[in-house]
């Protein structure tokens, strides 16, 4: 007879089967614990049970709540909180105390997660600084912080809460007073080897192609430059955005395009590569903030990288000598630190990247995830 495990639930608003933290989280987790999901679309794979909230119930803003926006108003937060059709579509599908632990991903699940009732707790791993999302706006400000705020007074009453970089967990603690362990986005470790430098170099940006990363920038860094080419590689956000960023490499020979990959064959594919290029101005202070998932494939890749001054992604690099921080954010910054790249020092970029690669992996990262379920469960 198998030994009776506890059972720990993975919660996320996201689609879980491409959404690399939750992804970890149950490799993490599942070799210990009964794990289940409950998130978009459908079940990762090796998950014991999985809860798909339908894609016509995925939206946050109640459109069976008459006069929604005054809840809002109102500070009913709870209430208007139930009423979100993801929330709801949740609730009805999984049972309450049908878990001993939940993991909330991101804090727009924590309430939730109470309100499942697990038998031991909660843990809290927000992805972001949230009191900043979505956006700055009149109705966000009037409307929508305050509603963060009643969310994080809900993460207040989680038994720990981790999240993605030391910055954030900083300001958590220094506004909210709200004490985070940070796991980063690491990847896992990859075993392979930094592959021979190639003339012209090969740079590479992997990712999302939401506009408002303003991946633009990095295709104008590349005009005029000789001894290099740039291949995007992303997911598209919808918006036409792909086709707007076509549209403006047409006519440079060292800009492409190619097809995505499955996230499991993304860290192989990007091996082929040189360098791992991200330059991401601080519009806002996620942005500001970011130590985002590409950061650690590019390192898992064996590549060197180029970035913006970013300070969390900068300490990396800068720490572990991966590659070359702009001076700024301009598009002639960045072109000047893709040109001071060579051969040799590529070379030793990808070496030291290979140095780093388990040090820097998931593996180590996450050790604070497995230290907060066993204490819950203490």
Known sequence: MRAMKNSVLLLCFSPLR???????????????????????GPAPDGVEE?????????????????????YLAARQFARFY???????????????????????????????????????????????????????????????????????????????????????????????????????????YAEQEPQPVAAPLRLVHSGGSNPARRLDLMIEAMRGVEGATLEFMLMSTGEGAIDALKKQAAGMDNVTFRDPVPYADLVPTLNAYDV?????????????????????????????????????MARVVRAHRLGVVSEDFTVESFREAIRA???ATVREFK????????????????????????????
């Open 82 to 188: 139930r009423h979100e059709p993801r929330v709801k579509a949740a609730l009805e599908l999984v049972p309450k105390g049908r878990f001993d632990v939940i993991l909330a991903n991101d804090l727009n699940t924590v309430p939730l997660a109470l309100l499942l009732e697990p038998h031991r707790g909660v843990h809290a791993d927000l992805h972001e600084w949230e009191p900043r999302l979505p956006g700055s706006g009149i109705n966000w400000r009037l409307l929508g912080l305050p509603y963060s705020g009643w969310h994080l007074r809900q993460a207040q009453r989680a038994s720990s809460v981790t999240t993605v970089a030391p910055g954030i967990a900083a300001a958590y603690e220094r506004e909210y007073g709200l004490s985070s362990a940070v796991v980063t986005n690491a990847a896992d």
């Open 18 to 40: 491409r959404d690399p933290r939750v992804l970890r989280q149950l490799r993490l987790l599942r070799e210990t614990y009964d794990v289940a999901t409950c998130g978009f």
């Open 351 to 378: 070496q030291n990247s290979h140095r780093a690669a388990g040090e820097l992996s998931s593996e180590m990262a996450a050790r604070p995830w497995v230290e907060a379920i066993e204490a819950i469960l203490r």
């Open 341 to 343: 790249l060579t051969v």
């Open 276 to 312: 791992g290029v991200f330059l991401l101005p601080p519009t806002n202070y996620n942005y500001e903030m970011a130590l985002p998932n590409k950061l650690y494939e590019y390192l898992q890749a064996r590549l060197g990288i180029v970035i913006g001054p970013s300070p969390e």
């Open 50 to 70: 999985h809860y798909e909230i339908p894609d016509a119930r995925t939206a946050w803003w109640p459109t069976d709540l008459k006069y929604a926006g005054a």
